[in-house]
């Protein structure tokens, strides 16, 4: 329930016409809007995190022998995903650390723009793919299936409610480029679709 009511509040926190609002109720410090998601978003996290390592039950999937190198590879491919996507992104303007500034200088925030460099080019949501990676490379208690199957819904319903905004945002160029990129798995990398 914690991990629903987390991605819940996450969602209504980016959902346009909620963060309208925000925006509004900042007024000029409007620059900082993405900062203090951010830094609400990891701080509500972190909490129902450590609740959900600390409570373990019996398991119900257990990797063990050659089948160990399935969610190994899950891990590998899911860090290599952060990585690669962490090199593609601006991390200040992604964190909201550059809005943050412009904000305390009085200046506006830089206008966005779409980003199609490395990883970007063959995959639109690196990060949500390789949390659905992490989210399922692993053994798994009765707790650890429910997040999973939670928090895998909410990188759905994320991916619905970004892409959404992105196409209101940049309207066609983003339409084409949901054409050329998959969401989630590369695979116009194995000549499939072209």
Request: proline share 5%; charged share 15%; net charge positive.
């Amino acid at each position: 329930m914690l991990w629903a009511l987390w991605g819940a509040l996450h969602s209504l926190l980016i959902w346009p016409p909620f963060s309208a609002k925000i925006a509004n109720l900042l007024g000029r410090r409007a620059g900082w809007q993405r900062l203090l998601y951010n830094l609400f978003a990891t701080a509500t996290l972190v909490p129902i995190a450590a609740l959900h390592i600390f409570w373990r039950s019996n398991f119900i999937v257990k990797w063990s022998g050659p089948w160990l190198a399935i969610p190994i590879a899950m891990d590998v491919l899911g860090i290599w995903l952060l990585y690669l996507g962490f090199r593609s992104y601006k991390a200040n303007d992604f964190m909201g650390f550059a809005a943050a500034r412009a904000a305390l200088r009085g200046e506006p925030a830089a206008a966005s723009s779409l980003s199609f460099d490395g990883v970007l080019k063959h995959i639109r949501h690196p990060y949500y793919a390789a949390t659905i990676l992490l989210l399922w490379g692993h053994g798994m208690d009765s707790g650890d299936l429910a997040a999973s199957i939670v928090l895998t819904m909410y990188v759905f319903v994320g991916t619905w409610l970004e892409e959404r905004k992105l196409t209101a945002q940049f309207g066609e160029a983003y339409l084409e480029y949901k054409r050329d990129a998959p969401a989630f798995v590369p695979w116009k990398l194995f000549g499939r679709g072209r």
